[in-house]
């Protein structure tokens, strides 16, 4: 089955920690997708990259760090820069970067807990 | 900022009442989409709009694409119990290099 795959589920971290969050996808798509949700703000776009070796900040990229090394894997760094990182994390893929029109796959999600 | 609004925020529906959320952008999207994500899972892609106007169903959901193409609605005829979670928009938003804007969302909740 391809899909994106997000690990791990529950994360828990101590303050003044990096912490990095896993995204792979074997749906061949390539652009991916990090995402921020809190309680009642809906979706904040991180970090996005429409091709291997590129990137672009979203709206809230401040205290996070990305790479894409390879079309697969989009890995997502909370570095200890991030005032507020405690949140549920999505990755997400679409087909192509220049395709305006294709829709978004998520992962299941990774819940990060820093005390 | 927060490109993309929904309204309400949150909505209590008796089963079999109908539902409608409301979806508007402080600029003009290329196309709208909808997500659903049930309680403790992930954003689902429900449909896409393209053209100005446009109207799409899906059994008992409808979905609306203004004609300046800066609002949309989704609208759920005879609610269930299957229908409760969180519904999204989002659209690519022109000159931001495909960046997807998300709605802030309408949980909805359904009461046997």
């Known amino acids: 089955d391809g899909g994106i795959t997000q690990s791990p589920k529950y994360l828990f971290r101590k303050e003044g920690q990096n912490v990095t969050l896993s995204c792979e996808q074997n749906?061949?798509?390539?652009?991916m997708y990090w995402y921020r949700q809190d309680p009642g703000q809906g979706l904040r776009l991180i970090y996005y990259?429409?091709?291997?070796?590129?990137?672009q900040k979203g709206d809230i990229a401040e205290g996070y760090s990305v790479s894409r090394e390879k079309k697969e894997s989009f890995p997502l760094t909370v570095t200890s820069a991030q005032k507020n990182p405690t949140a549920f994390y999505l990755c997400a893929s679409s087909i192509g970067h220049r395709s305006y029109n294709s829709p978004l796959h998520f992962g299941n999600g990774t819940r990060l807990t820093v005390t | 900022g927060q490109q993309v609004m929904q309204i309400p925020q949150y909505q209590h529906v008796q089963e079999g009442e109908d539902f409608t959320t409301y979806c508007n952008s402080s600029?003009?999207?290329?196309?709208i989409q909808w997500y659903k994500q049930r309680p403790g899972g992930h954003p689902v892609f429900l449909i896409q709009l393209v053209k100005s106007g446009e109207v799409k169903k899906q059994k008992r959901l409808t979905f609306q694409f203004g004609e300046a193409k800066k609002n949309s609605s989704l609208h759920i005829t005879a609610t269930q119990t299957t229908d409760v979670g969180t519904y999204f928009c989002?659209?690519?938003?022109?000159?931001?290099?495909?960046?997807?804007?998300f709605g802030t969302g309408t949980s909805l909740t359904v009461i046997p």
């Open positions: 749906l061949n798509h390539d652009a």
């Open positions: 600029t003009t999207l290329s196309n």
């Open positions: 989002a659209g690519p938003v022109r000159n931001t290099g495909n960046q997807f804007y």
């Open positions: 990259s429409q091709i291997v070796n590129d990137f």
